[in-house]
């Protein structure tokens, strides 16, 4: 370590370096890369059906002429509404080789929240699972689009029969005749396949060109599109590589739980995964036994998820007696990580299970416990390779803390985003001065640069690894005819760690709507893990002198109370 170098650098793990060596070209030169070392070997494995390294360069070439055709070109956004599948991975890419712009989103999205991201971002071609298709089809005449390519994920399976009544998505549990039927009014993703593969001259992006429009939730409760570009994503793909120091080249197996329109997810598989040239295990949705089923042909290397699938995976392999003591890279993201569930992975492993934590705005990993003794469980860990922090006054971002003491976390490093798309006032608070972003998070450092979160100045739930603005919940309580004020919050889910939604309501006088109804409500409205788990009745909320719910008071005005009956 030199004087230059920052104190938390003599805990990385040996072989670790200081710096990354930066990206000078796009993530297509990153693909394209793969599939020429890659050739044979396995990139893809879904249900059984391998697709290899030169199979999946041909699809990705294909899938970019046929969207060339549809009109798709160099800045345009192209959305993609899609899980876990192989032709997700080539739909990302194809996209990216035309110089267009992913923007993800989740598959199980309402018609009502996609048409507030579609009203943003403004795409006109669409890649989408055909069981979504329907809540496209809803949007008013004022979303415009040219296109649906539509995705029947039953086609990519090896054994219709065996399979397609077996998945864990229950919308796809349904006759095998239904599923293999196109959907009305769109283009089959197998038609956008046969096109000749793209001319090789035809333009690539370049290294600082926006790659994706990635969602996340702030505290307006509006998501904003955060804009990463392929110096971004490439970056944290390479300061993931440094992280996994000794992971191999083709030799590894990534078990893509984490859903890929989720920016954790989306770094891990669709970009580090690709870099390493490893085998991808794709699953549409966690379930348990199928991964554990897998595990018995193709054991994984690389396992990152989130807490309550450690455990579920944990508990479940230990009863069937199946072994995971080839999963050596276990990183653990998106909400804290009990002590008691790192002892249970660490039982059945083959490796040291390890906290991370990063954001949409920054690609998203920029801090992580080493994969080595120095790790400090209960701690974040320290910033990756090529990235600074420092630890600011919540009200004047501009002081520094004394070390140890409380304050705003401030992220530097390559990975940072450029701001958000069409907002320009969001981005001034988030994105300081020096390119410095702003976390939302309050924590303490030591003196060695491990950091733990203490609290959080924005009020956002996490749940289950994913982000829920309170008053996106609040407003589509308050459309009931029967609730007066509303009010969500976080509050411990006591069962699989992190958080639950809960909220806090209050009546129109005569309404004395139940528990069932008011989630009908919601569900109709909202994605599932938005929908409050618990509703409790109060009479009034508290407010500051503005009005402004004060949401810290209402935890406490719940505290010990019980919730609506759930029957």
Not at 433 to 441: E, F, K
């Amino acid at each position: 370590m030199t004087a230059a170098q920052p104190a938390w650098v003599r805990h990385y793990q040996p072989g670790v370096p200081a710096e990354i060596e930066p990206p000078t070209e796009s993530l297509v030169g990153l693909y394209e890369r793969s599939v020429a070392e890659g050739a044979d070997a396995v990139a893809l494995q879904f249900f059984g059906r391998e697709t290899t390294y030169t199979e999946l360069g041909s699809q990705i070439s294909r899938a970019a002429e046929g969207l060339r055709k549809l009109g798709v070109k160099a800045g345009d956004r192209v959305a993609l509404v899609l899980p876990n599948c192989p032709q997700h991975v080539v739909a990302f890419y194809a996209v990216l080789r035309l110089g267009a712009v992913v923007v993800e989103h989740n598959p199980l999205y309402t018609s009502r929240e996609l048409r507030h991201l579609f009203e943003d971002h403004g795409a006109r071609v669409v890649i989408a699972w055909d069981a979504a298709v329907a809540k496209l089809r809803e949007q008013p005449a004022d979303i415009e689009v040219d296109a649906i390519v539509a995705v029947n994920l039953v086609r990519a399976f090896p054994a219709i029969k065996q399979i397609a009544l077996k998945l864990p998505i229950p919308k796809l549990r349904a006759t095998r005749d239904k599923l293999t039927q196109p959907a009305p009014g769109t283009i089959a993703w197998e038609a956008l396949l046969e096109a000749e593969p793209i001319d090789p001259a035809h333009p690539r992006p370049t290294v600082n060109d926006l790659a994706v429009i990635q969602y996340t939730s702030g505290t307006t409760g509006q998501p904003k599109g955060a804009m990463l570009t392929h110096y971004n994503l490439f970056s944290n793909a390479r300061q993931g590589e440094a992280w996994m120091y000794g992971a191999q080249y083709r030799k590894e197996t990534f078990y893509a739980i984490l859903p890929m329109f989720h920016a954790f997810g989306m770094t891990l598989f669709l970009t580090y995964g690709i870099l390493k040239q490893a085998r991808l295990v794709l699953f549409p949705s966690f379930d348990v036994d199928l991964v554990l089923d897998a595990a018995v042909k193709h054991p994984p290397t690389v396992y990152c998820a989130v807490p309550p699938i450690y455990e579920a995976t944990a508990k479940r392999a230990k009863e069937r007696g199946i072994s995971l003591r080839s999963a050596k890279y276990c990183i653990s993201g998106a909400m804290s990580l009990p002590d008691s569930t790192v002892e249970l992975w660490e039982s059945v492993s083959g490796g040291l299970l390890v906290e991370g934590y990063g954001m949409t705005e920054a690609s998203p990993v920029c801090l992580g416990n080493p994969f080595a003794p120095s790790r400090r469980p209960g701690t974040i860990g320290v910033p990756f390779p090529s990235t600074l922090m420092k630890v600011v006054d919540v009200d004047d971002p501009t002081r520094e803390v004394a070390q140890g003491e409380r304050g705003e976390l401030l992220i530097h490093g390559p990975q940072v985003f450029q701001g958000y798309w069409h907002n320009e006032a969001e981005t001034e608070k988030t994105l300081l001065p020096g390119r410095w972003l702003r976390t939302g998070d309050i924590v303490t450092v030591d003196e060695d640069g491990f950091t733990t979160i203490v609290d959080r100045a924005k009020e956002i739930i996490i749940t289950g690894g994913f982000n829920v603005a309170p008053s996106e919940v609040e407003a589509v309580l308050l459309t009931n005819p029967a609730v007066r004020d509303a009010a969500v919050v976080g509050l411990p889910n006591e069962e699989v760690g992190g958080e639950r939604v809960a909220a806090a309501v209050s009546f129109e006088v005569g309404a004395t709507p139940t528990h069932v109804q008011l989630r009908a409500w919601c569900k109709e409205r909202l994605t599932g893990y938005k929908v409050p788990r618990d509703f409790y009745v109060v009479d009034e909320l508290p407010k500051s002198m503005l009005g402004k719910v004060l949401r810290k008071e209402v935890r406490d005005q719940i505290a010990g109370r019980s919730p609506l009956p759930h029957e």
